[in-house]
């Protein structure tokens, strides 16, 4: 809102120039204000443009007004005449005001943008992925001391919170890791049906779906879904306390927000993801029992090559990778979520980042674990 009066916004500012042998003379007046300035600027540097090597005397006793404009007009006259330009009878409080203009940032009709070099730009983003390697590592150790600690004392762990956690990470999920899990089943099952019948062993869909399910897409698929539906959930919650300064005032009480926070999400996620990956798992089978049952094969031919294809060993490899997905999913949605500044869009690139780690840190994760398996003959 503008506290110009009718009788001041009508007001114009006045510029008179009067060019001498040796020194050019500009007297102002009026409202110097944004509303008013426009005509004058374009005489005014035009002016000081044709003045050359003369002196520029600029009578600034007639104003009777000066916004934020015209400190850019008058800052800019300074600047632009390199010592050339005295601003004479300026007021005391304009000059004042006038003087926090800082003249080095400006440019003649451009914006001076700082853009650094290759090299720079280069050491700054391997300044930043060291910390936040180091962060990383921190927060897995401090991760580490205060969990075992708990698992050490189960009385401390507000297992109320954690069935909470567990109910929004697992249960809610459910719907969304049934659907894959089928469809991956389908898909699976059609894409390999054809290449196997030029050869009579569309029988061999049943081991191949088993196989893959169990070992590989059934924990993998449903680590992504946690990653996306989990991991952005804590970012997010861990994010919203942070900028109201809830985790502040959790260590102000001296309470740890790891162990407060951290601890009952990870745990919660650690017990749903195996459960996740062995319902995913079934509905893979079922989606692709249902091509083989298509195709003129009895259930009890699919379920015989199922239970003889998937051993013990192939299916506690495929809990192994759930249990690891899900500590991996819990803990770094909880770092993004701890991690988050201010501003308006903090909380939403926590959870940005908090998925987009979850899933590569998984993908590198389950390719760690396919060579070791491999190594292993597992």
Known sequence: MSDETPSESSEVCDLQIEQRQTVVEMKLSGRVSVATTGSAWTEALAALGRSGDRAVVIDCAGIRYCDGAGMALLAALEQRGAGRVELRDLPPDIRTRLDRFDRTKIAAGTKQIDRPGVVERAGREAVKFLQEIREQIAFVGKLSVVGLGALARPSQIRWRDVMLVAERTGANAFPIVAVIGLLMGLIMAFQSALPMKQFGVEIFVADLVAISMVKELGPLMA?????????????????TMSVNEEIDALSTMGIDPVRFLVVTRVLAAVLMSPLLAVFCVFFGLV??????LSLGYPLVTYVDRVVATVSLSAFLSGMTKAWAFGLLVGGIGCLRGLQTGSGASAVGDSATRAVVSGIVLIVLTDAAFSIMFYALGI
Do not use: I, K, N, T
């Not at 996306?228 to 970012?235: E, L, P, T, W």
């Open 287 to 292: 989606g692709g029992a249902v091509v083989l």
């Open 223 to 239: 680590a992504v879904v946690m990653a996306g539906r989990s991991g952005s959930a804590f970012a997010a919650e861990l994010g």
